[in-house]
């Protein structure tokens, strides 16, 4: 099962100031709703080395810019995305959200108290929310364009740097890795498609720029905006449903590197 989760929320005081890169306290806050339910597995994930289960948003909303830090003002909503790619985490994450919603228990991003508005699960109620499974993402209507949209900073490493830009290699190979851990065995897409991605998927038209993405003890360049990508080889029609699939699970996975901290957020659009 597949979810993304949009949390709407308002400041409870004015002129509230926080930092922009704000993925790390808004994960700590995810292992937390998870450790009221079931600590056992909130410390296996924190702890745990591998692909996450998940990915966290940055906070979007009317803001000012301070540099590193955004001011955020009264009575405005603002809202988060959180993404989970297992049953179990889902189940745990909506029934805490819907609970702390139903209390009017606030919530806490560095001490400072803000409230839940609305907790989203169908793009009807916010366009970045949405609930699926592994199957319903499986292509049948056969597109050779499509563009992705960076929503926050997304970047790939590579040795001990990393790479601000959109390499369709890159990219796929970031959705793979995520798709074949949790999916059933059923699923699985051989790691052939990417030569295939790497012959045959190009970039076209595209608006992108690249933002630092400052968390103090290190920073990050991101490449954000949106890019269109052709399939321009002849490929079969078996690989290029795999193609697809895994570009409608990037709304899920993300894309790039540290998605737990709020980089790679992505939305597809095939046509």
């Not at 597109?143 to 990219?171: C, H, W």
């Not at 290190?218 to 570009?247: A, Q, Y």
Request: charged letters at 25%.
């Amino acid at each position: 099962m597949l979810s993304s989760m949009v949390i709407k929320i308002i400041p409870e005081q004015s002129n509230l100031i926080l930092p922009y890169a704000i993925g790390r306290e808004i994960r700590s806050w995810f292992y937390n709703l998870i450790s009221r339910r079931n600590s056992l597995l909130s410390d296996r994930l924190h702890e745990g080395q591998g692909i996450k289960p998940f990915t966290v948003s940055l906070l979007a909303g009317k803001r000012k810019d301070l540099g590193d830090r955004m001011m955020l003002y009264e009575n405005n909503t603002y809202w988060l995305r959180l993404t989970t790619l297992k049953k179990e985490l889902f189940e745990i994450i909506s029934k805490e959200l819907f609970s702390i919603f139903a209390s009017g228990e606030t919530i806490k991003f560095y001490d400072k108290e803000l409230s839940i508005k609305q907790v989203c699960i169908s793009p009807e109620e916010h366009p970045m929310a949405d609930i699926s499974t592994y199957k319903d993402l499986k292509v049948h209507k056969i597109k050779k364009n499509f563009t992705l949209n960076f929503k926050t900073p997304s970047a790939f490493v590579y040795g001990n740097g990393s790479m601000p830009l959109p390499l369709p290699y890159s990219i796929f190979r970031s959705y793979l890795k995520k798709w074949n851990a949790f999916c059933s065995s059923d699923y699985h897409i051989k790691e052939d498609i990417l030569k295939i991605i790497e012959q045959s998927v190009f970039p076209g038209r595209y608006s992108l720029s690249t933002r630092v993405l400052d968390m103090k003890d290190f920073k990050m360049v991101g490449f954000i905006g949106n890019c269109n990508f052709e399939i321009i080889k002849d490929v079969s029609e078996k690989d290029l449903n795999h193609i697809l699939t895994l570009v409608k699970f990037s709304f899920y996975g993300g894309t790039g590197t540290k998605t737990t901290i709020g980089m790679g957020q992505t939305v597809p659009d095939i046509y």
